[in-house]
């Protein structure tokens, strides 16, 4: 069984600047990483190997990046990836290259991407009033990912087979072209910001993110407090996009709440003293 890390503990050197991170996600896909076009071919019904999820999770975080810009506050963004590494351990895959930033707009969200990019947004970080509360909401996001939510919906859209002609007529094959990057990118797009993705998804996303705060030592009942709070907050511009993509607080609320125990760190000075809120 895997050593348990205190949280109170976690070296500083886990964390890295999002700029450094994140700085060349915006870079064309290389083309050398194309694959022949029988593996195209197969791509509607097989897995994705971890270097095609990489390669897809790069292409929705830069439309997502292409959305929100990502916040300067350095501190805010180390203290981030500081607490996502930590999360991400306890999590199923806790090998992958995990990415974390901070999105400087007052929409409250958080997105994740496959390939392990993953984003909270400013407005969701003022409404956060605790380290619990953040570990319970990155965990949510690490979950999409372990589970593949937004891959599962790629290939539910078939969307791989339109590039098959591409793939089989173009001299250097490659599976991931610039034509099939932008379907794979505006799929994303509505289901992340415009549609959502399923219930069940969410729920399930809810669920394991909880049990991650909660294997990795934080109170994940300081989760119900957030979501509250996201319920006071109904009918307002900085709610559309959650509101819209997501079950209600309220439905949150109810299924949450008989998983979360009031046990566990809660952290609230320490994430005043990184944030500043």
Do not use: C
């Amino acid at each position: 069984m895997m050593r348990k890390i205190s949280i109170a503990v976690v070296a500083l050197l886990f964390a890295s600047s999002a700029f450094a991170q994140l700085g060349d996600i915006l870079k064309r896909i290389d083309p050398t990483k194309a694959k022949k076009a029988v593996d195209v071919a197969r791509a509607a019904t097989r897995e994705f190997t971890e270097q095609e999820e990489i390669d897809l999770g790069r292409v929705v975080a830069a439309r997502i990046l292409a959305t929100y810009p990502l916040s300067r506050d350095e501190k805010l963004q180390r203290y981030v990836t500081l607490v996502g590494n930590t999360l991400a351990v306890y999590s199923e895959r806790p090998s992958l290259d995990w990415h974390f930033a901070v999105l400087d707009t007052p929409v409250v969200n958080a997105f994740s991407t496959p390939g392990g990019y993953v984003f909270i947004t400013s407005g969701a970080m003022k409404d956060i009033h605790s380290e619990a509360e953040l570990a319970a909401v990155i965990g949510h996001e690490l979950a999409h990912v372990t589970q593949k939510h937004i891959l599962k919906e790629i290939k539910r859209a078939n969307t791989m087979a339109a590039s098959v002609d591409f793939a089989q007529s173009a001299s250097a094959s490659q599976w991931l072209n610039d034509d099939m990057a932008k379907k794979i990118g505006d799929l994303a797009y509505q289901k992340l910001f415009t549609t959502g993705l399923g219930r069940r998804d969410e729920e399930e996303a809810d669920r394991i993110g909880v049990a991650i705060a909660t294997d990795a030592g934080y109170r994940a009942a300081e989760f119900l407090h957030f979501l509250e709070r996201l319920e006071k907050l109904e009918g307002t511009s900085e709610m559309r996009v959650i509101l819209a993509t997501h079950p209600s607080p309220a439905q949150r609320i109810a299924y949450v709440k008989p998983l979360v125990k009031d046990e566990g760190a809660v952290l609230a000075e320490r994430w005043s003293d990184w944030t500043g809120m």
